[in-house]
């Protein structure tokens, strides 16, 4: 990683190749726009783009109908897509597979600190990830292909795998850190569940705090904090 890269030069008394600029910069503005074109496009399929530590930097008009019964409280700045999801105020309640998407979490992340170990993923990790006894009440689903997250949305299970999507080349620290997870819908059933107009456009789901994570995609990604100096691929 290009974060790493740098501390290794400046550990052997070299300058640091990698610049790192906050995402809303004009030297950014081409790649800003390429992860907004990306996240239109995946409507009205649900996508999230999120940092290193997984907070939340942006975000499709198909995720705030997901966020209208979250706590207030998860969705202040910066909203952490971990706990957005396992938080018993956040997402969690409809996840019928909960231990699924908890071990999907926990193996992502475990790699990830394997790699470049972090103050503040390790305590998320500490309180979110760290295997006990609620997993084993909750189901969990087998598959041969992919194993998806189930949602239990208006009565119905809506099926949802997902895809992680990075920038190829990059030689900012900011675009090497950026990823978008995009859901998919599973089977057809599930696709019919975003295709029906009242399960997008319920008034419950405009404005508020909901919404403005939406609209305000880079303000909370604005500069790099103190203690630190989209590859296009799928992955």
């Known amino acids: 990683m290009s974060r790493d890269r740098n501390r290794l030069l400046l550990a052997a008394g070299f300058a640091p190749r990698y610049a790192e600029r906050p995402l809303d910069d004009d030297a950014l503005s081409a790649a800003r726009d390429a ?76 790699r990830q600190l394997a790699i470049a170990p972090d103050a503040e993923l390790t305590a998320l990790y500490e309180e979110l990830l760290e295997p006990h006894s609620e997993d084993a009440s909750s189901r969990s689903v087998a598959s041969d292909v992919v194993i998806p997250m189930i949602l239990r949305l208006d009565a119905r299970e809506v099926r949802l795998f997902s895809a992680i999507t990075t920038f190829g080349t990059p030689m900012d620290i900011t675009l090497d850190e950026v990823a978008i997870v995009s859901y998919y819908p599973a089977d057809t059933e599930s696709a019919a569940y975003f295709e029906e107009p009242g399960a997008r456009s319920a008034p419950a789901w405009r404005g508020g705090a909901a919404g403005e994570i939406v609209r305000a995609t880079t303000a909370q990604f604005s500069a790099p904090s103190q203690s630190d100096s989209v590859k296009g691929k799928q992955r």
């Open 35 to 110: 992860v907004e074109r990306v996240l239109r496009a995946h409507e009205p399929y649900p996508a999230p783009a999120f940092d290193r530590r997984w907070n939340i930097v942006m975000a499709n008009r198909a995720v705030e109908p997901f966020l209208a019964d979250v706590d207030p409280e998860l969705l202040r700045p910066p909203v952490n897509l971990v706990r957005l999801g396992l938080d018993p105020g956040g997402f969690a309640p409809p996840v019928v597979n909960l231990t699924d998407v908890r071990a999907v979490f926990r193996s992502r992340i475990t």
